[in-house]
Nanobody, 119 residues
C-alpha cells in the first residue's frame, strides 16, 4: 500500500525557516507528481507546490514563490519543502500527496505536519 509520512514541522518566528520532509513507500514515482498542500484552521486546503518525480520540474502557488523550494531525493523516495522567510499566514498543517500524471486528482495523502509561525 502507498504510505506518505511528513516530518519537520514546528514553531518558528516570523522570518525563520523550516524544512519539511515526506518519505514515500509503496508507490511508483515515474510519471508521478508529488505535491505539497496546507490547511489552516477553518480554511480550505490549499495547493502549495509540486514536483514531477521523473523530471524534477517544480510548480508553486504565487504566495510562496521565491520563499519555498521543493526538491527530491529519488533514491531515498523523499521529497522536501524548504520554507524560508516564513510569515504568520503560512501557519497550517502541511500535507504531501501523490498524483499520477494522467489522473485529475491526488489520490494518496500523508497525515500532515504542523507548522506554526509566530508574529
Amino acid at each position: 500500500q502507498v504510505q506518505l509520512v511528513e516530518s519537520g514541522g514546528g514553531l518558528v518566528q516570523t522570518g525563520g525557516s523550516l524544512r519539511l520532509s515526506c518519505v514515500a513507500s509503496g508507490v511508483t514515482f515515474t510519471n508521478y507528481f508529488m505535491g505539497w498542500f496546507r490547511q489552516a484552521p477553518g480554511k480550505e486546503r490549499e495547493f502549495v507546490g509540486s514536483i514531477s518525480w521523473n523530471r524534477g520540474d517544480t510548480y508553486y502557488t504565487d504566495s510562496v514563490k521565491g520563499r519555498f523550494t521543493i526538491s527530491s531525493d529519488n533514491a531515498k523516495n523523499t521529497v522536501y519543502l524548504q520554507m524560508n522567510s516564513l510569515k504568520p499566514e503560512d501557519t497550517a498543517v502541511y500535507y504531501c500527496a501523490v498524483r499520477q500524471k494522467y489522473s485529475p486528482s491526488y489520490a494518496y495523502w500523508g497525515q500532515g505536519t504542523q507548522v506554526t509561525v509566530s508574529s
